[in-house]
């Protein structure tokens, strides 16, 4: 069955420190992984899409990585901010036009 | 601005009467969809559309319609509300080709009484 899991379900953490979420998935064929940030009552905006070539991509202080070998990625925050605190969603293409998403992880920056 | 709108943002309504809510999206692209959120289900795709005239059922789809008459708008329509069906909806946009990002609307609350 083609699915995608995230760890932990939520996590808080102080101001300044960094993190790290998890995604494992089972869907296949795959085409591409992709991280959003979904800020609350609000539309998932993407931060990075990756490839089966690619390993790592960048976008400010978000890092994700793809191991596509054991099927799974990871979103890393360096320096948390406030405005990090937000649901974050990874989600899965199949080949074709399948989008298989996680249920996200709960992230809670605090002061 | 490459945008995705919904309207209405927020809607209640009584059980049984016909709603739509309505999406539009200026990038071209060829592929929307609907999604519901309900809290510890995540995202679940409702319907979606590859281009003008061609729709399929996503995940959850009982009890929801939609069109394509034009490539920019989606509508989602909900011909009997039920309360199983007060939920927060996306409409989202993305090119054909399933590589490039995907555009979330703004999303619309809905309470069906």
């Known amino acids: 069955k083609n699915q995608v899991e995230q760890s932990p379900q939520s996590l808080i953490i102080l101001e300044g420190k960094n993190c790290t979420l998890q995604?494992?998935?089972?869907?296949?064929?795959?085409?591409?992984l992709r991280w959003y940030k979904q800020d609350t009552g609000r539309g998932p905006v993407s931060l990075t899409i990756m490839t089966f070539s690619e390993n790592t991509k960048s976008n400010g202080r978000y890092t994700a990585t793809l191991d596509a070998d054991t099927k799974q990625s990871s979103l890393h925050i360096t320096a948390s901010q406030l405005s990090d605190s937000a649901s974050y969603i990874c989600v899965v293409n199949q080949a074709g036009t399948a989008l298989i998403f996680g249920k996200g992880t709960t992230l809670s920056v605090s002061s | 601005e490459a945008q995705v709108t919904q309207n209405p943002r927020y809607l209640i309504t009584v059980t049984g009467k016909k709603l739509t809510v309505t999406c539009s999206q200026n990038m071209n692209h060829e592929y929307m969809s609907w999604y519901r959120q309900d809290p510890g289900l995540g995202l679940r795709q409702i319907y979606y559309?590859?281009?003008?005239?061609?729709?399929d059922k996503g995940d959850v789809p009982e009890g929801y319609k939609v069109s394509r008459k034009e490539k920019r708008n989606f509508p989602l329509i909900l011909e009997s509300p039920s309360p199983n069906q007060t939920s927060l909806y996306f409409c989202a946009s993305r090119t054909g080709s399933g590589k490039e990002t995907q555009y979330f609307g703004p999303g619309t609350r809905l309470l069906v009484l």
């Open positions: 995604c494992n998935y089972t869907v296949s064929p795959f085409s591409n």
């Open positions: 559309s590859m281009n003008v005239e061609v729709t």
